[in-house]
């Protein structure tokens, strides 16, 4: 699913749902995913090993099956996301599973590094979110009694 079509997603359930919350992680994989290809794009003249094209197809994987997730489970779903988005960063900035654009990126600094650092900026936000939603739940009192 290219990047775009999350957007596009996004924007179809925010009318379905008439809420923003289930659109949101789709339109938040619209931007990560969008970096993360331009990160690779970056590192296309560095060897990728088969088993880091792997990781990055199963990571791709877990943020859109979390954004989808969120729609029926909230709370599931945006940790799943999360989690998700914070392992694309680890893989895309530390070498995690065989580096994907690994210290190159970050030794090099500039708009590639700037792009990791925005992921995690994204990541902490979205966990911050399911924490801060998690904290409401728990502090509504059960009005049926």
Do not use: Y
Request: charged share 15%; with cysteine.
């Amino acid at each position: 699913m290219p990047p775009a079509a999350c957007w596009l997603v996004g924007g179809l359930v925010w009318l379905a749902a008439g809420t923003l919350t289930p659109a949101v992680p789709w339109w938040l994989a619209f931007l990560v995913l969008t970096i993360a290809g331009e990160r690779l794009e970056l590192t296309r003249f560095l060897p990728t090993p088969p088993r880091a094209q792997r990781l990055f197809i199963a990571i791709v994987a877990v943020i859109l099956l979390g954004a989808a997730l969120a729609w029926w489970q909230e709370d599931t779903g945006l940790r799943l996301f999360a989690g998700g988005l914070l392992a694309l960063h680890a893989s895309l900035a530390w070498r995690v599973g065989g580096g994907l654009a690994g210290d190159f990126a970050v030794q090099r600094g500039g708009a590639a590094a700037n792009a990791g650092a925005l992921l995690l900026f994204i990541a902490t936000i979205v966990t911050s979110v399911v924490r801060g939603r998690r904290q409401t739940t728990k502090e509504t009192p059960d009005e049926t009694s």
